[in-house]
């Protein structure tokens, strides 16, 4: 859930990972795009809240690894809260991602100067837009009086990219599935989808500043809403039926499921974006927060968190300016995707 400052859509931090990529088919060459360069996409199907299509932006590379990272923009379920401007709508176009990379890019991981200096040169990086305010889980149209029809479409959009993926980079060696804010939740759900497209993948799953807290550390009239508003019994619930009651729970399903996988979560302790959508006082947060890495991290062998002081939201937005347990977040990172035995949870 990206920052939310009402009139001015804030875009999260903007890209996030590659990876080091290996020997093999090019996943660029079926593209048809130039390398290196971020090209926008309109993809047959997908659309915004308010029903105008999008698409995705690709900037192809030369190796065999595949990264998708998914946007943030807020979080509304209800007349009330789409109504306040807590999410960012449509239209998101061509346009809207030009002016969001000039403005948020440079120093993110969506750099490229920045992320081949932490993973290597080679992988394919993918952004996938939000304009449907789901955080990406959601298949539904609601009329929302006072508002305006909203199309929830945030799955469904999830499934129309990835289709459009698989079609031209059908067999990607290493597959990292990430995002930040509403992304980062959206990337829980959307690292299933993209584990069974590619399932011969080295699979890894970032999560920064979406973390799904314990019970009722998400409020309980908050979390029903997003289920009867969202659809959720259509999207994450199949996936993780224990997710009705604890969203923590598809840490667990995405663990067990997939145990070769690496997952990660990264966070402030007491980001100051998601505390205030999930009605936490800065230090209720944080106890929150160091439960679900005591009880949804720590218990899994292939699971970790990387946890910095502060309030800040989003850490892919400047990866750089962050460090945990003497480990900068560029080295935590490329330690993940590396497979570096070295690779530990910081800050805990």
């Not at 305006?148 to 799955?155: D, E, K, L, S």
């Amino acid at each position: 859930m990206l920052p939310v400052h009402r009139a001015r859509p804030i875009v999260l931090s903007l890209a996030l990972l590659l990876a080091a990529c290996g020997g093999g088919r090019s996943p660029s060459q079926p593209l048809g795009l130039p390398e290196n360069v971020w090209t926008w996409v309109d993809v047959p199907g997908a659309i915004c809240s308010d029903g105008s299509p999008t698409g995705l932006a690709v900037n192809p590379g030369s190796g065999d690894t595949l990264v998708l990272f998914l946007n943030g923009g807020g979080a509304c379920w209800d007349p009330v809260t789409c109504g306040a401007g807590l999410a960012q709508g449509g239209p998101y176009g061509q346009a809207q991602f030009q002016s969001e990379l000039a403005s948020h890019g440079p120093g993110s991981i969506v750099d490229r100067t920045v992320a081949n200096g932490i993973y290597g040169a080679g992988a394919t990086l993918v952004f996938l837009p939000y304009c449907t305010g789901d955080v990406h889980w959601g298949k539904s149209t609601n009329d929302y009086p006072g508002v305006r029809t909203w199309h929830h479409a945030g799955q469904p959009n999830l499934a129309a990219d990835v289709s459009w993926l698989a079609a031209r980079i059908p067999s990607p060696a290493r597959l990292v599935v990430s995002g930040s804010s509403g992304g980062g939740y959206g990337s829980l759900l959307a690292h299933d989808l993209a584990r069974t497209t590619w399932p011969s993948a080295k699979g890894y799953l970032v999560d920064d500043a979406g973390p799904p807290l314990v019970g009722n550390d998400v409020p309980a009239a908050e979390r029903t809403a997003w289920i009867a508003s969202w659809r959720l019994d259509l999207t994450l619930l199949p996936l993780c039926t224990a997710c009705a009651d604890d969203l923590s729970r598809v840490l667990d399903t995405l663990a067990s499921k997939y145990p070769g996988d690496r997952i990660a979560l990264v966070s402030s302790r007491q980001d100051s974006v998601i505390r205030s959508f999930l009605l936490q006082t800065p230090s209720g947060f944080e106890s929150a927060l160091l439960q679900l890495v005591d009880e949804r991290i720590a218990p899994h062998p292939n699971a970790r968190a990387f946890l910095v002081d502060g309030a800040d939201h989003a850490l892919l937005r400047r990866p750089g300016s962050y460090s945990a347990g003497g480990v900068a977040l560029p080295s935590w990172l490329g330690q993940m995707v590396n497979d570096d035995p070295a690779w530990s949870t910081q800050g805990r």
